[in-house]
């Protein structure tokens, strides 16, 4: 069989890799080459064959035509990163996160170019916070500008409902949700790129369903504060806990923004509880079920409001870290002896109603191809049509 050389780039070999946060020999070993070769693929002493550069597109997470292209393409621009304080050393990325955060910005940037050759005006995110106000009141701004009571949340069964009522409430204000499923949350449980048009936050599918909706909250106070970056925080930090400002600060408007202080304090388990005693944990569940956060948060909350103690609180915040442990160690198991769920209802659920729809209207109107559907959405071309109806149902 004749041997087909790949005419790719060497450098652009090498700005791969480096971007994709792989090491020679990691990435060596995932293309199932010698480091050796590689090395002299990216020297440009030799050229790796079109099978072998298609390999490496998939290593690096990369269609093979960057291979080709005079020079590197513009890039995302970095993340700030608030996974770590002021002047403490920079954490690295893994390949899983690097990717993740390309690929976001990717699919933002073919919203808005989709959104102009549809000749459709890009929705607009009008609301406006101020990071020196009170985070209750800048809650109550986030609430009152999505437009949801708290009796309506209340109408909402906890898990995925709530989820998807918020996800979509944030898209249809402007705010791109993606969600991310290949990074631990350990690393990150979510992060944001920030753009005056269809920003975008993406959270974490390996974390819990509350905590999914308390990222999307966190991530959207930080487009509104006019910043985007990466971000690895506890939904209700311990107190005294080491943080920066914007992550305290983006924390405390997240939680007033799910759990209004005023609604908490009417309650009735609240108001007829003596201040700064225990809470048996059904009381806690059921609250936390009622505004679909989780139960960490709504501590939090009433630690804020003061009718808990701090040690209380902190007692709670180790039991409940603590069973998120088993809670991740059971989802290891589950993923070991599981497929998972089918391409298209993942395609859809990573990618968002917005975005998937936006794929599809340009489709349908011979704007982009079949192709190219599959190449927005990662799936194969036959997923489409189940892709169409999976729209369609999260629709109604």
């Given at each position: 069989?004749?041997?087909?050389?790949?005419?790719?780039?060497?450098?652009?070999?090498?700005?791969?890799?480096?971007?994709?946060?792989?090491?020679?020999?990691?990435?060596?070993?995932?293309?199932?080459?010698?480091?050796?070769?590689?090395?002299?693929?990216?020297?440009?002493?030799?050229?790796?064959?079109?099978?072998?550069?298609?390999?490496?597109?998939?290593?690096?997470?990369?269609?093979?035509?960057?291979?080709?292209?005079?020079?590197?393409?513009?890039?995302?621009?970095?993340?700030r990163d608030f996974r770590r304080l002021p002047n403490a050393p920079a954490l690295p990325e893994s390949p899983q996160l690097l990717f993740e955060m390309r690929r976001a910005q990717a699919r933002r940037d073919l919203a808005v170019e989709l959104l102009e050759a549809l000749e459709i005006p890009a929705p607009q995110l009008r609301l406006a916070i101020d990071s020196r106000a009170d985070p209750e009141q800048?809650?109550?701004?986030?609430?009152?500008?999505?437009?949801?009571?708290?009796?309506?949340?209340?109408?909402?069964?906890?898990?995925?409902?709530?989820?998807?009522?918020?996800?979509?409430?944030?898209?249809?204000?402007?705010?791109?949700?993606?969600?991310?499923?290949?990074?631990?949350?350990?690393?990150?449980?979510?992060?944001?790129?920030?753009?005056?048009?269809?920003?975008?936050?993406?959270?974490?599918?390996?974390?819990?369903?509350?905590?999914?909706?308390?990222?999307?909250?966190?991530?959207?106070?930080?487009?509104?504060?006019?910043?985007?970056?990466?971000?690895?925080?506890?939904?209700?930090?311990?107190?005294?806990?080491?943080?920066?400002?914007?992550?305290?600060?983006?924390?405390?408007?997240?939680?007033?923004?799910?759990?209004?202080?005023?609604?908490?304090?009417?309650?009735?388990?609240?108001?007829?509880?003596?201040?700064?005693?225990?809470?048996?944990?059904?009381?806690?569940?059921?609250?936390?079920?009622?505004?679909?956060?989780?139960?960490?948060?709504?501590?939090?909350?009433?630690?804020?409001?003061?009718?808990?103690?701090?040690?209380?609180?902190?007692?709670?915040?180790?039991?409940?870290?603590?069973?998120?442990?088993?809670?991740?160690?059971?989802?290891?198991?589950?993923?070991?002896?599981?497929?998972?769920?089918?391409?298209?209802?993942?395609?859809?659920?990573?990618?968002?109603?917005?975005?998937?729809?936006?794929?599809?209207?340009?489709?349908?109107?011979?704007?982009?191809?079949?192709?190219?559907?599959?190449?927005?959405?990662?799936?194969?071309?036959?997923?489409?049509?189940?892709?169409?109806?999976?729209?369609?149902?999260?629709?109604?």
């Open positions: 069989m004749e041997r087909i050389e790949a005419l790719v780039n060497p450098f652009l070999l090498s700005w791969a890799r480096k971007t994709a946060g792989l090491g020679v020999e990691q990435a060596a070993k995932k293309a199932q080459v010698k480091a050796e070769k590689l090395l002299s693929w990216e020297a440009g002493d030799a050229r790796p064959t079109l099978i072998q550069a298609r390999k490496l597109g998939r290593v690096y997470k990369r269609p093979i035509s960057v291979f080709y292209l005079p020079e590197p393409p513009q890039d995302f621009q970095p993340l800048m809650g109550e701004v986030i609430r009152e500008g999505l437009g949801v009571s708290v009796e309506e949340q209340f109408s909402w069964r906890p898990g995925y409902e709530t989820f998807n009522r918020w996800r979509k409430l944030l898209e249809n204000n402007g705010v791109l949700v993606f969600q991310c499923t290949d990074v631990g949350v350990s690393e990150a449980r979510g992060f944001s790129v920030y753009a005056e048009v269809l920003p975008a936050v993406v959270v974490n599918t390996k974390d819990s369903v509350p905590g999914r909706i308390f990222s999307m909250f966190h991530e959207l106070t930080h487009i509104l504060l006019r910043e985007g970056g990466i971000c690895q925080f506890h939904d209700a930090p311990s107190v005294g806990a080491q943080e920066s400002g914007n992550e305290q600060f983006c924390n405390s408007v997240a939680g007033a923004a799910l759990v209004p202080q005023s609604n908490l304090l009417a309650e009735t388990l609240v108001r007829t509880k003596q201040p700064l005693a225990d809470w048996p944990d059904d009381h806690v569940a059921y609250l936390a079920e009622r505004y679909g956060v989780s139960r960490e948060t709504l501590l939090r909350r009433l630690l804020i409001c003061h009718r808990i103690t701090s040690d209380f609180y902190q007692r709670k915040r180790q039991q409940y870290q603590q069973e998120f442990r088993q809670y991740q160690q059971e989802l290891r198991r589950k993923s070991k002896r599981s497929t998972g769920p089918p391409p298209y209802r993942l395609a859809v659920s990573t990618a968002g109603h917005t975005f998937v729809t936006l794929v599809l209207d340009s489709y349908h109107q011979d704007r982009i191809t079949a192709s190219d559907v599959a190449d927005f959405l990662g799936v194969r071309l036959k997923h489409l049509t189940r892709i169409q109806s999976e729209v369609l149902a999260g629709a109604r």
